[in-house]
């Protein structure tokens, strides 16, 4: 089992603690992500896992052995640096075979493993070149290369992406995800662009502090944050959220009650944030929507749809809608209806999602 | 009542601002392209404290290095410094015909390439070899206090490292042959001894300048992306593999770019150092062209023989140094113009 697992990791650098003691197993040929602001942690436990940073305390395990104090070399880890790390002055296929030449492959079979992969990555043509002749794009590529040249059990991605432009991204993205479906290698991903992290992973790994938030699929955290950090990190725009406090039979928010599906029994009073994501409002009124009277500031068109920036009260929100061709219908808008069921709440005080006994 | 900062005639003042700022927009689109001299001229009003700053530079090389070549023409003159450098009659290459029979000075000519060479493959290499060693030394401590131990030698006078060759090798009290007597064998007369003065000319060069020089190459070092190494290091490379393979190659330009300036300074064999250490008994391995000329220059007073002898140096020079920047562009991409 090639799977990687993290037991209450921890990183100090003298008393300065980043990473406070991560738990997470990652399965074998599961594509897990890494997700969370600068500073959060994610790329230091990566290098934990990399053996480029020593681990403080805890156990790391890839394949069932114990990796703490195994070098870099010796884990069966490739990894994809978010400057590609190439050598600028060997061409490409001098890039690829340079962890294969150290290892002492025979060249024979260097040649094949490489003519192999960059088959696979579209990269034959431009093997005689060197890394200043080649695009962002092929750039990333041929670090890729050089990573699964190595057939190792892991593959461990830093960023991989964040040196590119939109385009180039989307396309990549796409690239590593079909590379992934192909050689089924367990990996770890970094990023910070929760898109990225939405589109790749398996599992996402919310991290914020050097703590977990929370793991689980796309969906789970687009749909149930743990907390309000995940459900202001995950969605673009982030799930918006309004300070309340709960009724009998909803939410107030100012003067303005948001009707709540399921009981909230025992817990009137209680003050709560309310958490509702831009799409998920409509401007026509339906069954079990409430109206959210909102004064608006901005329409951003973005072609089928727009962003309507508002505020309501002290709280600013952002909401989609559709264009249907034009924008014109969007500037009389004051009212947008909020359903039910999908309105989450978290606590007022802690911050964490409440299930009230929906 | 209006605030008199924020109204320009009871117009609010940021209208009145994108106002000016169109206007002056269609007037440059309007406008006819300004002559070159007018660029000129702008550029110079805008940037003139660069210029301010540049100009003690360029006195420094009109004063010592062009104004000079005026005088190289005495190369070509019967020069008397009564007729001075205008007066003096033209007399061709008879300087250069004098000076290519004259044993003494093809002698120097032949120490100073031999020395050069020797400095070449000895000097040159040291600050390298040194700022890898730099680069390997992980205590900050020890490496602070090592880098500041060898890079002391090029802040003392070469009075003083003379002096200090001249009794470290001393036969009666000198270290080495203290050394040497307490081995069993004779004091070596050194500095006396023509088949010596080299290596140790070479020695005393690199002692006194391989720290200072190796600041280049640990600048350079230290411009390596650091994830080369961290990608080699998860690819299995150790420490001397990623010196060989990251670290080297990836100060190529660096070492290019030097070698091409040391190869420009390869008739300049560091004068004072010889002055001071050779004496008669060794010119048959220590005279070089630039003491041949001041003793010619100066001590005889030929200073036309002595213009030309340091002409052909210049010249020589010169086609080294253009041959090795052209030799360094068409191979490795990389010069210095």
Redesign the interface.
């Known amino acids: 089992m090639s799977g990687v697992n993290l037991s209450g990791i921890v990183k100090a650098y003298g008393a300065l603690q980043v990473v406070h003691g991560i738990d997470l197993n990652v399965a074998e040929k599961e594509f897990v992500v890494l997700v969370g602001p600068s500073g959060c942690g994610k790329s230091t436990t990566l290098r934990m896992i990399?053996?480029?940073e020593e681990i403080t305390d805890g156990d790391l395990m890839i394949d069932g052995r114990r990796m703490n104090r195994v070098a870099?070399?010796d884990r069966d880890?490739?990894?994809v640096?978010?400057?590609y790390?190439l050598?600028?002055?060997?061409n490409v296929a001098e890039n690829m075979a340079?962890?294969l030449r150290?290892?002492k492959m025979p060249k024979d079979q260097i040649k094949t493993t490489i003519d192999d992969v960059a088959e696979i990555l579209g990269l034959t043509p431009y093997l005689d070149r060197r890394p200043a002749d080649l695009s962002g794009g092929q750039r990333q590529r041929v670090a890729m290369g050089?990573a699964i040249v190595?057939h190792p059990k892991v593959f461990l991605f830093d960023e991989p992406l964040s040196n590119l432009d939109a385009k180039l991204r989307t396309q990549m993205r796409a690239e590593i995800k079909r590379l992934h479906n192909r050689l089924g290698v367990t990996s770890v991903y970094v990023t910070h662009d929760q898109v990225e992290a939405m589109t790749l992973a398996d599992r996402i790994v919310v991290m914020n502090d050097g703590r977990i938030e929370q793991i689980g699929t796309p969906m789970e955290l687009f749909n149930n944050p743990a907390n309000t950090f995940v459900a202001g990190f995950l969605g673009s725009p982030p799930m918006n959220q309004m300070k309340g406090v709960l009724t009998e039979t909803g939410a107030k928010i100012g003067n303005t009650e948001l009707r709540l599906h399921g009981a909230i029994n025992g817990h009137q009073g209680r003050d709560v944030i309310v958490g509702v994501r831009p799409e998920h409002v409509t401007l026509a009124e339906s069954e079990g929507t409430t109206a959210l009277p909102i004064n608006l500031d901005l329409v951003e068109p973005l072609g089928s749809e727009a962003l309507l920036h508002a505020h309501h009260g002290e709280d600013n929100l952002v909401f989609k809608a559709d264009t249907n061709g034009d924008i014109n219908h969007l500037y009389g808008v004051g009212t947008v209806h909020v359903p039910a069921h999908l309105i989450k709440l978290f606590d007022a005080e802690t911050g964490r999602a409440l299930n009230l006994g929906a | 009542m209006s605030d008199r900062n924020s109204d320009v005639g009871g117009i609010p003042i940021e209208e009145v601002v994108v106002e000016a700022q169109e206007a002056l927009r269609d007037r440059s689109q309007t406008r006819v392209p300004d002559k070159n001299w007018v660029k000129v001229l702008d550029h110079f009003k805008r940037e003139w404290q660069i210029y301010a700053m540049l100009l003690p530079t360029l006195i420094w090389f009109v004063v010592f290095l062009y104004k000079p070549m005026y005088g190289l023409q005495i190369a070509f003159k019967d020069y008397s410094i009564f007729r001075g450098v205008a007066g003096s009659p033209w007399i061709g290459w008879e300087h250069f015909e004098t000076l290519f029979t004259n044993d003494q000075f093809l002698r120097a000519v032949r120490n100073t390439i031999y020395i050069s060479a020797l400095n070449l493959l000895f000097g040159f290499p040291a600050p390298i070899i040194l700022a890898l060693m730099f680069n390997e030394v992980m205590h900050a401590t020890y490496k602070r206090t090592a880098q500041t131990i060898v890079y002391l030698p090029h802040f003392i006078s070469s009075v003083i490292i003379a002096g200090i060759v001249i009794t470290a090798f001393s036969p009666s009290a000198g270290i080495v042959n203290t050394f040497i007597s307490w081995l069993g064998f004779e004091p070596i007369y050194f500095l006396t001894q023509p088949e010596w003065f080299r290596p140790i000319f070479v020695g005393t060069g690199i002692w006194q300048e391989a720290g200072f020089g190796s600041i280049v190459f640990l600048a350079a070092i230290a411009g390596v992306?650091p994830?080369?190494y961290?990608?080699?290091?998860?690819?299995?490379?150790n420490r001397w593999?990623m010196m060989w393979?990251?670290t080297i190659?990836?100060i190529?330009p660096t070492i290019l770019i030097m070698l091409i300036i040391r190869i420009g300074n390869v008739m300049e064999v560091s004068f004072e150092l010889v002055i001071l250490l050779y004496q008669p008994s060794t010119y048959e391995t220590a005279d070089v062209v630039n003491t041949w000329v001041y003793r010619q220059g100066l001590q005889s007073g030929q200073y036309d023989l002595a213009a030309a002898a340091g002409l052909f140096n210049a010249v020589v020079a010169f086609v080294l140094v253009m041959t090795a920047n052209t030799l360094s562009r068409r191979f490795s991409r990389t010069s210095l113009w």
């Open positions: 990399a053996g480029l870099p070399k880890v490739a990894m640096f978010q400057n790390a050598y600028p002055h060997l340079f962890g150290i290892r050089r190595r | 992306n994830s080369l961290e990608s080699a290091v998860v690819d299995g490379a593999q393979k990251i190659p990836s190529l």
